[in-house]
């Protein structure tokens, strides 16, 4: 079997918005650059798209157009490493997820016990936040409530006293808790 034909073949296989690698072929090294020629003319037929530098993805095709793959698959590799969980989503989009905000951003916060640099994905914005916690699956969740309460105290004033005032309704363990927070990030006289 020709190295195209065994692409198409494996590329028939996979889901659609799955990104992958020219990597993930097995050929022998002195084929790699035959691997990258076969997806590149696949990127030109339009059979596959192009995420990033050598990241290809299956596209859905939709009446509306093709659909981008989803935020997990575009940053599988840098939340696991070798079957390892390295790093957890938090900022906006978790925000969302728990409803703090209706907001949709294109920026991505990633947290890890090793930043980098921030750098482009399409269609996101990557940056990271160091946690100096051991990173594991049933940690994340918890990661992310801790982060969103850090970041109250990057609300603004008006924020503030909004958030008073829809805790006034919750159960007094609620406002309490609220109440301690605000209080320790000095931001505890504020009324409404």
């Known amino acids: 079997m020709k190295v195209s034909e065994n692409i198409a073949f494996t590329i028939d296989r996979l889901p659609k918005g799955y990104i992958f690698t020219y990597s993930d072929f097995k050929t022998e090294v002195t084929q790699?650059?035959?691997?990258?020629?076969?997806?590149?003319?696949?990127?030109?037929?339009?059979?596959i798209a192009k995420l990033s530098?050598?990241?290809y993805y299956k596209p859905e095709n939709t009446p509306f157009g093709n659909l981008q793959p989803?935020?997990?698959q575009v940053l599988k590799d840098l939340l696991e490493e070798n079957g390892k969980i390295t790093g957890y989503l938090t900022g906006y989009s978790i925000y969302n997820q728990l409803c703090l905000?209706?907001?949709v951003s294109n920026t991505v916060q990633i947290g890890k016990n090793q930043v980098r640099p921030n750098f482009k994905r399409e269609p996101y914005t990557i940056t990271f936040v160091k946690q100096k916690n051991i990173i594991t699956k049933d940690n994340i969740p918890l990661f992310q409530v801790l982060d969103a309460i850090r970041y109250i105290k990057d609300f603004e004033d008006k924020e503030i006293k909004r958030l008073v005032?829809?805790?006034?309704?919750?159960?007094?363990?609620t406002r309490a808790l609220l109440g301690a927070l605000l209080?320790?990030?000095?931001q505890g006289?504020?009324?409404i």
């Open 183 to 186: 209080e320790q990030l000095q």
């Open 70 to 72: 989803n935020q997990a």
């Open 165 to 173: 005032r829809l805790a006034l309704i919750y159960p007094p363990a």
């Open 101 to 103: 905000t209706t907001q």
């Open 53 to 55: 530098k050598g990241k």
């Open 189 to 191: 006289k504020i009324t």
């Open 32 to 47: 790699k650059e035959a691997v990258i020629k076969a997806l590149n003319r696949m990127v030109a037929s339009g059979k």
